[in-house]
């Protein structure tokens, strides 16, 4: 019998769906620490799996591209010194708050939509409490919040039509599928936030845009040329050295080895 149409695969496809995901800590100070905090925690924090960054139509408030279309839930594996560390967020925002004293590795585990038919997929966040980059000590004498949050993609490979349908629906996927999708693409449509497109440019407040992904590919290929160049002037000045060298073991006979 054949599988029913939703759960057919659509071979050659392949969608990926962008995110961002990682933690804000913030030290306490006598003003800012919570009543109910045990003596021995110094600072608030926050893990979070969110789309990317969008402002509303006035360019303002920061929004998040939706993800809950193909995120179901997301479960946060906190270290076994917290009472109930495996904690499961059933709806948006997919993000856990808790105070602590100290830094450790957070699994993070994505449960798809019951329609995709995929199964859980799992990354590692390290929490960060202390100051990490940039002028630390400033930051440490500022109490600053300190921020590590990383960009990631879900790829999904030939997904179940069903699923194709949830994640394309009414939004635009171009530049979102690889593959033989293009056919597939004809359904797209003026964007609404479904699609997790990241914004061709940026409007002052969203950090990812497709330019922002342009210049940086630009910044690459200079950087890529200056160490060429500095590889071949050293290259150069090799020639060079081998050349006194040479110079000299005529001149002076070759070097004694040494025992
Ligand atoms: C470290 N390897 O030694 C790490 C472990 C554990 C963090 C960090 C509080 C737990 C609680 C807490 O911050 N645990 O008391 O509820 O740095």
Known sequence: MPAPASSKRLRGIQ????????????PFDTANRPRDAPPDHTHR???????????????????????????????????DTYANSVRMIESPPFEVEETGWGEFEIAIKFYFVPESGEKPQQLWHALKLHPYMGDIEKQKAEKAMVKSVCYEEVVFSEPVEAFYDILTGGGDTRGQTKGKAGKANKNASSGNLKTAEIPTRSNGTNIWTREEESKELDRLREAAKKVEKMIMDEKVQLVAEEKKLAQLEKTEGKPMKKR
């Open 15 to 26: 969608i990926h769906r962008p995110f961002i995901f990682g933690s804000e800590a913030i």
């Open 45 to 79: 924090w926050r893990i979070f799996v969110r789309g990317i960054p969008i402002s509303n139509s006035a360019g303002q408030q920061q929004q998040s591209t939706d993800i809950s279309h193909w995120l179901r839930k997301v479960q946060f594996k906190l270290h």
